[in-house]
C-alpha cells in the first residue's frame, strides 16, 4: 500500500479557488492511478478525478469538468486537484485515493490506499 497525505483545504467564498494536493509514499507511484473522491455530510463518497500517473489520462465528475483540474508529478510523487468557480455544493470532506488497477478509475472499489481527507468549506 503507498500512503497517502492530503493538505490545501480551507473555507473559500462561492466563485473562488482552492488547490488540494496529495503526498504519496512508495516507490511505484507512476504506475498508480491517483484520484479525488469528496463526501458531503450524509452522503456517499463520490468520485470527483482522476489521474493514470503512466501516461497523464484523466477522468472527470461531470459536475466539476470545466471547473476542476487533476495534475501529477511523478518525480515529486504528488498529485493536486485545482478547483475553479467553487459552489457551495462542493463543500466536502475531500479525499485522494490510490489504484493499482487500471480498471474503472471512478469506481471506489478500485482504490485501495486513501488518505485521511481535507474540508473544504465553501461560503455563499
Known amino acids: 500500500q503507498v500512503q497517502l497525505v492530503e493538505s490545501g483545504g480551507g473555507l473559500v467564498q462561492a466563485g473562488g479557488s482552492l488547490r488540494l494536493s496529495c503526498a504519496a509514499s512508495g516507490s511505484t507511484f507512476s504506475s498508480y492511478v491517483m484520484g479525488w473522491f469528496r463526501q458531503a455530510p450524509g452522503k456517499e463518497r463520490e468520485f470527483v478525478a482522476a489521474?493514470?500517473?503512466?501516461?497523464?489520462?484523466?477522468y472527470y465528475a461531470d459536475f466539476v469538468k470545466g471547473r476542476f483540474t487533476i495534475s501529477g508529478d511523478n518525480a515529486k510523487k504528488t498529485v493536486s486537484l485545482q478547483m475553479n468557480s467553487l459552489k457551495p455544493e462542493d463543500a466536502a470532506v475531500y479525499y485522494c485515493?490510490?489504484?493499482?488497477?487500471?480498471?474503472?478509475?471512478?469506481?471506489?472499489?478500485?482504490?485501495?490506499?486513501w488518505g485521511q481527507g481535507t474540508q473544504v468549506t465553501v461560503s455563499s
Open positions: 485515493a490510490a489504484s493499482a488497477l487500471y480498471g474503472y478509475p471512478r469506481m471506489r472499489s478500485e482504490y485501495g490506499s
Open positions: 489521474i493514470k500517473m503512466s501516461d497523464r489520462t484523466t
